[in-house]
């Protein structure tokens, strides 16, 4: 019998004889499945996805050993072991194809000052072991030495660590003396069976207080593969870092219990890209981090008192080099896991990898970078000095401590504006039905409300009989109040429910807003420089692609500068992040950045204050 | 009231009041306890010997948390906490005293080159570091860095672990910010509370397949502190490494089963060095090992299953570097266990020690080197190419598999001689009564036995009627026979038993001499030189100190030479272990050796069977 086998995301598709095998299948369409071990059902790494679920023979015992449930529960197969017993549709991963050496920087670096060289701090390479003889008798690790150094490999150097000779001896006959060399430095980290130069995946990781994202990139293309997050379940012990750290310093597990979270969070981001891109776990040689300097030490499992207190100590500012495996974090166990240096008191690697992102402190001019997130850093840079500080924002632009606040993801309201008639218009992501608010929606409704009136500058809601006559009927009657919610304003609503932003949600707002807007102007006045000598303003944070200028000037996070002059950046420190972990030059740009930047402590700044409950005013309305 | 306390090993008496501290009453007779923590109980490290049990105060809640049960069942207090209420008599081990700076080199390089510099892997520095403020900002790792920068250490390398990140924090509080960096190369590996510059020690492990010895070497002195031996426990899973091997390959779990044996017993001499010293546990941060491919893979975990069949391949033979914890040797957990480099098939570290502690490939002129143990091998250099071998020879000269075989210990006879008129003269060890034979005195037995012809050129035991007229009557009488042990002869006897020598014995003699001489012979013909050539013949193992030329040189292990040629120089092994311990120079000189060595196979050399067969016969005896 034959039957019809089709190949997506090519749209393919061949006849074939009852009981050919995937691989032998999509070789027809001219389609290489990459399989190290040459088919012969060892290595794992040749998976397709089946489709329907339908037309392929069962799932055999060798799969149900290399692949884990939630794999085989996705549908994933191994395209070597899989045979065709009916017509049937198969998705190939990208990680399954041969790669063809395409760059993939795309979205990588926004405001690079030039190409990023590849150079990751894992790199591989696939060698032909001479087998030994009486003769010869050299040990399997000098052996594979020998040919590594043919290839044009130095090894003299090379060390190999206990995990790796322990298994080097079946491995090399398993693969018939056929291996890949996994290299990090001078340390031979991993061999695997058969040639999977092209399979070498490390993953950047972003803890932030309130959102975690992992990116999962290729190390020889450079490309995003995938990319996940999740809310950092830490804040079932507090929405800030402050309530964090007490926790962790006054609890006997406290440390402990937080930590957990996190690993566990990072975890599941992990298993998520690896059923998103087809990747296999084994295959990511390395992880980057960036996030504030409480993430890092409750990540790292740093006792934090002494951070937690003045002088605000972190226990190191060093870039952190430890195994992904003694953290807890489940990639290919020989991983290193890489944290960014800290700047000092709370100004993090999150901080460093804006500044790397942004090639700020090598940047022409006076820039203003700021990242909005729960911990606000603001940096500022004149083309040679760097100063930085930290702002305990809140989490309301990441849409967290707001009644209908959500991050940025399906359904949420990502844009708002009122038109001069009273309507509304709104965007939510994937045009779903609205089921909450993300940053910029916040953003965009608290902007609105104060142009026309309905939220006054001291940040007071107005009541309906206050605005009689000023406003369109039709906006006026969004105002409502009950006792639930107090003054609110109807933002839009979905089947069920309205979306509401209560006087509640505006006061957050305030507090967030007002604290950035404190640290931007105590770092200016540090540095001698007004508003007006700004040359450019650089937002980033995970607030959505929408962000609305005019919306972040009318709120008054930034000082009054031209429209033209501020420039949305997103993920930043994400951005730095992926640069560090396929560059190694990068690495060493961040800690000479975090050596270089001045760190301008707020929290016994008297300025500070004053500046802080100015800045939690608006700016008069239109109406 | 007043009471007398006597210090030994100084011999000393003063009287104090009651309550004086031990520490403040060694004070007056001039000896100073060194105390890091300056008295306040917080480091455990003044260690003393209650001799008498009396005259102290009860052990106090912080000595039971800071000294193991096993160190207190043996009186050891901390003399900051121990008080003087009566009359008492305390040690004080050389561990607890400042030590004046001597080098204690003697013993340590019987045959060395030259002077050896002290240059241990593992540095201390005594540093007071800079209390952060809200001005300096620096984080507790690069304060600690500013204060080492200060005293001369070259810092801009230095990184930390994450286990010294965990710990630092608190340490640096804790000892008021005085505290002693740990390094290793360009890694901080502890951080310890107060002055502790000159308490470093290091453990150097002889593996044997029969054997186990460890030595506590003070690594700021040079000086040996303590050793101890133990019986190799995987002996019940065979007595020669082939069938461990073949144990570890076999069964699922028999790899594991050998390592635990192997760490197990070497924690139990660790045990016993703490016991012996008084040497703090956690002062413990380097480990080196010398033993044979085999028990080098079953100590490190490595599948051997390569290295037990043709053409016998070893998975290493680079020098492995592996964290004592890792390994689960209980000494300070950040401690390197390096193992010295392997040759080529069973010729292991144990060989590259005794050629670096001989200096063999160094020295002038031809010298033959056996190293005798369950495997014995076989060095030869001509001062410019150095060869090697390993033989099967068994555990008898190590006084297993022979009836009343023991270890050099005390009980042991080391010595045997027969006099003209027949009388018998024995050394035991400690002078104690016999209670069984060591390595030395199983060689004089059975040279003695040749030499009066009670043992024939064959090895056969001849019976009493073919001797009588020929030996006086008393050595005659000694010859006996029963059903559990056949022909013997008796050696000796304590007020229990005789103590035997049996033809099964002397048949083991055989196949242990025969062995090491058929090795001997291949590898001087593989250079092709003879026994007339010979400059100097060196013989190493752990059989006593008593061993005698003529011994040797009867039973036929070495080839004939003119006695002053041949040398005993203890176990070289160890002695190779301890120099690589004391010395990152001699570990690159014992990396060079292990290059350069070439390796000899016997397993597959037509002509090892017929020099092995010839070997195992004695030459004539003399009456």
Chains 1, 2 share one sequence.
Do not use: W
């Not at 045979?83 to 405001?111: H, N, Y």
């Not at 090894?155 to 090399?172: F, M, T």
């Not at 991993?190 to 803890?207: C, F, K, P, Q, S």
């Not at 603001?378 to 305990?392: D, I, P, Q």
């Amino acid at each position: 019998m034959r039957y019809k086998i089709t190949f997506q995301p090519m749209g393919k598709t061949v006849e074939v004889e009852e009981g050919t095998t995937v691989i032998e299948a999509a070789k027809i369409i001219g389609v290489t499945i990459d399989s190290p071990c040459a088919g012969r059902g060892r290595c794992g790494k040749c998976r397709v996805i089946d489709q329907t679920g339908k037309g392929l023979n069962p799932i055999t015992d060798q799969e149900k050993k290399l692949l884990s449930p939630q794999l085989l529960a996705r549908g994933f197969r191994l395209s070597c072991l899989a045979r065709v017993i009916g017509d049937c549709e198969i998705f190939i991963p990208a990680a399954s194809q041969l790669e063809t050496g395409k760059i993939l920087t795309s979205g990588l670096i926004p405001l690079g000052t030039g190409e990023i060289k590849l150079s990751p701090a894992v790199r591989k390479r696939f060698v032909r072991v001479e087998r030994q003889t009486l003769q010869t008798q050299t040990s399997d690790l000098t052996s594979l030495k020998i040919a590594l150094k043919a290839s044009g490999e130095k090894v003299s150097e090379l060390k190999a660590g206990l995990d790796v000779l322990r298994r080097l001896p079946v491995i090399l006959r398993d693969a018939d003396f056929e291996v890949t060399a996994v290299m990090r430095g001078d340390e031979l980290i991993g061999v695997e069976v058969g040639n999977t130069e092209n399979r070498l995946y490390g993953l950047a990781l972003d803890i932030g207080t309130t959102t975690v994202v992992g990116s999962l990139v290729n190390l020889i293309t450079g490309g995003e593969v995938a990319v996940s997050s999740e809310m950092n379940p830490q804040a079932v012990y507090g929405g800030d870092v402050v309530s964090r750290l007490t926790y962790a310093i006054e609890r006997e597990e406290g440390l402990d219990a937080l930590n957990e979270k996190v690993v566990g969070v990072i975890n599941k981001i992990v298993d998520e890209l690896i059923i998103l891109s087809g990747v296999d776990r084994e295959s990511i040689y390395d992880v980057t981090v960036v996030g504030n300097s409480a993430m890092h030490h409750l990540f790292l499992k740093i006792p934090p008192h002494h951070l937690a207190v003045l002088p605000y100590v972190p226990a190191v500012s060093d870039p952190v080099d430890a195994p992904a495996r003694k953290l807890g974090i489940k990639v290919n166990e020989m991983a290193n896991v890489h944290y960014l240096p800290n700047v000092a008191g709370f100004v993090g690697a999150d901080a460093v990898g804006v500044i790397l992102a942004t090639g700020l402190g090598r940047r022409k001019g006076l820039t203003l970078a700021i990242d909005i997130g729960t911990n606000g850093e603001v940096v500022l840079s004149n083309g040679e000095r760097v100063m930085a500080c930290s702002t305990a924002a809140g989490p309301a632009f990441e849409g967290a401590n707001i009644t209908r606040g959500m991050r940025a993801a399906p359904g949420a309201i990502e844009s708002f504006r009122i038109k001069e008639n009273g309507e509304i218009d709104i965007k939510v992501i994937g045009n779903n039905t609205p089921v909450g608010i993300c940053g910029s929606g916040i953003f965009d409704i608290v902007a609105e409300l104060l142009r026309i009136g309905v939220v006054d500058s001291s940040g007071r809601m107005r009541r309906r009989e206050e605005l009689e006559g000023k406003l369109p009927e039709a906006l006026i009657e969004r105002i409502v109040e009950d006792e639930t919610h107090g003054l609110s304003f109807k933002v839009a609503r979905n089947e069920e429910e309205q979306i509401l932003i209560t006087q509640g949600d505006i006061r957050q707002v305030q507090l967030a807003k007002g604290a950035i807007r404190a640290g931007i102007e105590v770092i200016m006045k540090e540095m001698g420089v007004k508003a007006d000598d700004l040359d450019e303003v650089l937002m980033a944070g995970a607030f959505g692609s929408y962000l609305h200028k005019e919306s972040a000037l009318r709120i008054g996070i930034i000082p009054p500068v031209p429209k033209d002059k501020i420039r949305f950046i997103g993920n930043a420190a994400m951005v730095g992040a992926k640069m560090a972990l396929i560059s190694s030059d990068m690495r060493e740009e961040a800690r000479r950045i975090a050596r270089s930047v001045q760190y301008v402590p707020l929290a016994t700044n008297p300025e500070f204050q004053t500046y802080f409950m100015e800045g939690m005013l608006f700016g008069a309305s239109e109406i």
